[in-house]
């Protein structure tokens, strides 16, 4: 009996998912296809509106754009839409759970899915600690509202000195050093018991956070709009001249610190995406996908601009490069909005704590489904017989989460989120470009406008917003692909469910979460 011949590694190593497999298991999906074109947009724009808008934009403007932050958003936004086009293609083509990891593998194979898998784990398990921190600014600027005060040293990154309003905190005198951001840590640590017990969240209640989320920007543009335009002609005098601050080196200010903003706002946008993962509930997915991406990049441009014009307004904008931006805004609004800053704070929390939430669970699942393909030890797939949920998995997503959120600066984690979101949507927009070439006979629901050149232009523009970040995080980055790298060949290669032509499992019920919300 004749041998197997044995496969080479490049051979191994660009092994694909079969596109029939991938689409059998859409038509054979049990999920209900109940999803229009508006329930779609609100979706992207209640996973989109988060963490970005609440925590990001101070630090873009005060340490990069100044005023013209604004611009940084239509620049983060367009490139947004690039990659979002391909996003459309890719879900109507193959509209099944699992975005961009599962077009990786069918696509461009095993080892850019790899690849793409340690791209998520920045995008997500990053991103929780970075809406951790947020989270943590929002709550101590409340509790001081109410005369609680926790000690300045456990409220901020190992090593820093603390800062209010563009200058550092004196207490005796003396700056004060941060050494642990302890509730960032805090709410890190019992999200991740509350995900390990199982947390089951109705539409309902997803849509009432939606809404509290929503309504606290409204009343943040509704009220500061007011003031705003109550004394513009001041304000623009005092905060807006010039609206793009003279360059005083890289990144900063001038057109170049807009550009360096763009990758940190970028940070805003994160969640778009989640979209395509609805693409086996949607009715239908050739028209209502690419309506709901591009339709919620749309509105969360138009609202973010606003939040940003009024806050930059109001204030310095040297004195945003805070966690909390919206709260050092609305404490400006006067005595008399005392009560209505008291309420967007709590909604904010609110809002932040569901993000946070979300986030780890995407990144528990996404460890799930890399384990379950066996690029992963099975140990990340193991579901706890009385919980059902991955409960390992889910107390080191926990761990790495709460531990990044403790000690390392807001900014930092922030860059390396959006380092990894842009290296994984040039991935998407360069899988559009290989599936027209390799499969042009497939069924394609929505075609990306002006192949080629809108992909290519995703994937130039997501390079280009990369070299903007600070040569430290692009070397972390560089670390943290090469480890990557050389644990793939080390386990993932060895041990792949595709190397060894093993079918998966099937998957354990793990329970129900809130809706399409997440990408693995």
Same mark, same amino acid.
């Given at each position: 009996?004749?041998?197997?011949?044995?496969?080479?590694?490049?051979?191994?190593?660009?092994?694909?998912?079969?596109?029939?497999?991938?689409?059998?298991?859409?038509?054979?999906?049990?999920?209900?296809?109940?999803?229009?074109?508006?329930?779609?947009?609100?979706?992207?724009?209640?996973?989109?509106?988060?963490?970005?808008?609440?925590?990001?934009?101070?630090?873009?403007?005060?340490?990069?754009?100044?005023?013209?932050?604004?611009?940084?958003?239509?620049?983060?936004?367009?490139?947004?839409?690039?990659?979002?086009?391909?996003?459309?293609?890719?879900?109507?083509?193959?509209?099944?759970?699992?975005?961009?990891?599962?077009?990786?593998?069918?696509?461009?194979?095993?080892?850019?899915?790899?690849?793409?898998?340690?791209?998520?784990?920045?995008?997500?398990?990053?991103?929780?600690?970075?809406?951790?921190?947020?989270?943590?600014?929002?709550?101590?600027?409340?509790?001081?509202?109410?005369?609680?005060?926790?000690?300045?040293?456990?409220?901020?990154?190992?090593?820093?000195?603390?800062?209010?309003?563009?200058?550092?905190?004196?207490?005796?005198?003396?700056?004060?050093?941060?050494?642990?951001?302890?509730?960032?840590?805090?709410?890190?640590?019992?999200?991740?018991?509350?995900?390990?017990?199982?947390?089951?969240?109705?539409?309902?209640?997803?849509?009432?956070?939606? /809404?509290?989320?929503?309504? !606290?920007? &409204?009343?943040?543009? +509704?009220?500061?709009?007011?003031? @705003? =335009?109550?004394?513009?002609? *001041?304000?623009?005098?005092?905060?807006?001249?010039?609206?793009?601050?003279?360059?005083?080196?890289?990144?900063?200010?001038?057109?170049?610190?807009?550009?360096?903003?763009?990758?940190?706002?970028?940070?805003?946008?994160?969640?778009?995406?989640?979209?395509?993962?609805?693409?086996?509930?949607?009715?239908?997915?050739?028209?209502?996908?690419?309506?709901?991406?591009?339709?919620?990049?749309?509105?969360?441009?138009?609202?973010?601009?606003?939040?940003?014009?009024?806050?930059?307004?109001?204030?310095?904008?040297?004195?945003?490069?805070?966690?909390?931006?919206?709260?050092?805004?609305?404490?400006?609004?006067?005595?008399?909005?005392?009560?209505? /800053?008291?309420?967007?704070? !709590?909604? &904010?929390?609110?809002? +932040?704590?569901?993000?946070?939430? @979300? =986030?780890?669970?995407?990144? *528990?699942?996404?460890?799930?489904?890399?384990?379950?393909?066996?690029?992963?030890?099975?140990?990340?797939?193991?579901?706890?017989?009385?919980?059902?949920?991955?409960?390992?998995?889910?107390?080191?997503?926990?761990?790495?989460?709460?531990?990044?959120?403790?000690?390392?600066?807001?900014?930092?984690?922030?860059?390396?989120?959006?380092?990894?979101?842009?290296?994984?949507?040039?991935?998407?927009?360069?899988?559009?470009?290989?599936?027209?070439?390799?499969?042009?006979?497939?069924?394609?629901?929505?075609?990306?406008?002006?192949?080629?050149?809108?992909?290519?232009?995703?994937?130039?523009?997501?390079?280009?917003?990369?070299?903007?970040?600070?040569?430290?995080?692009?070397?972390?980055? &560089?670390?943290?692909?090469?480890?990557?790298?050389?644990?793939?060949?080390?386990?993932?290669?060895?041990?792949?469910?595709?190397?060894?032509?093993?079918?998966?499992?099937?998957?354990?019920?793990?329970?129900?979460?809130?809706?399409?919300?997440?990408?693995?």
């Amino acid at each position: 009996m004749a041998s197997t011949p044995r496969k080479g590694v490049m051979e191994r190593m660009f092994a694909r998912k079969s596109i029939a497999q991938v689409q059998r298991e859409s038509e054979t999906s049990e999920l209900k296809r109940s999803l229009g074109k508006w329930n779609l947009l609100l979706l992207g724009v209640g996973c989109i509106i988060g963490a970005g808008i609440f925590v990001r934009t101070g630090s873009a403007a005060a340490l990069h754009a100044g005023p013209a932050v604004l611009l940084s958003f239509v620049v983060a936004g367009i490139v947004c839409a690039f990659a979002g086009l391909c996003y459309a293609e890719l879900s109507s083509t193959l509209p099944v759970s699992g975005s961009a990891y599962t077009y990786s593998y069918t696509t461009l194979g095993e080892f850019v899915a790899w690849i793409m898998g340690a791209l998520l784990l920045l995008e997500y398990g990053l991103a929780a600690s970075v809406v951790a921190v947020g989270w943590s600014g929002y709550v101590v600027s409340l509790l001081a509202d109410f005369g609680l005060v926790i000690p300045p040293q456990f409220t901020g990154p190992a090593g820093y000195t603390l800062m209010k309003d563009g200058a550092p905190v004196l207490i005796d005198g003396q700056t004060v050093t941060t050494l642990f951001n302890l509730p960032a840590f805090l709410i890190c640590m019992v999200l991740a018991l509350l995900l390990v017990v199982g947390v089951s969240e109705s539409a309902k209640v997803n849509n009432a956070i939606v /809404a509290i989320k929503v309504s !606290v920007l &409204a009343a943040f543009i +509704l009220v500061g709009g007011a003031i @705003v =335009l109550s004394n513009l002609p *001041t304000l623009m005098a005092e905060n807006w001249v010039p609206f793009i601050p003279e360059n005083t080196g890289p990144g900063e200010f001038g057109i170049d610190g807009i550009m360096r903003a763009a990758s940190i706002v970028f940070f805003a946008y994160i969640g778009f995406e989640a979209v395509s993962t609805a693409g086996q509930e949607a009715k239908d997915p050739a028209k209502d996908m690419p309506f709901g991406i591009i339709g919620s990049l749309v509105v969360c441009t138009v609202i973010y601009m606003l939040v940003a014009a009024i806050m930059t307004l109001l204030v310095d904008y040297r004195t945003l490069n805070v966690p909390d931006p919206v709260a050092v805004v609305v404490d400006n609004f006067g005595a008399q909005w005392g009560w209505l /800053a008291k309420i967007i704070k !709590v909604g &904010a929390i609110i809002g +932040l704590t569901s993000v946070v939430l @979300v =986030l780890m669970y995407a990144q *528990t699942r996404i460890f799930y489904t890399m384990a379950r393909d066996g690029l992963l030890p099975k140990v990340f797939s193991n579901v706890h017989p009385r919980f059902h949920t991955p409960a390992l998995n889910t107390v080191v997503v926990g761990l790495v989460t709460a531990v990044a959120a403790g000690f390392f600066d807001i900014n930092v984690l922030g860059d390396m989120t959006s380092v990894g979101t842009l290296a994984a949507f040039a991935i998407v927009c360069l899988s559009v470009i290989y599936l027209r070439r390799a499969a042009p006979e497939l069924p394609r629901g929505f075609k990306v406008p002006l192949y080629p050149v809108l992909p290519v232009l995703g994937i130039l523009s997501c390079v280009y917003l990369i070299t903007t970040v600070p040569l430290n995080v692009l070397m972390f980055f &560089a670390y943290f692909m090469v480890g990557a790298v050389a644990l793939y060949f080390v386990y993932g290669l060895r041990n792949s469910n595709l190397q060894h032509g093993e079918p998966q499992d099937d998957a354990p019920d793990m329970g129900e979460f809130p809706g399409p919300v997440i990408e693995d």
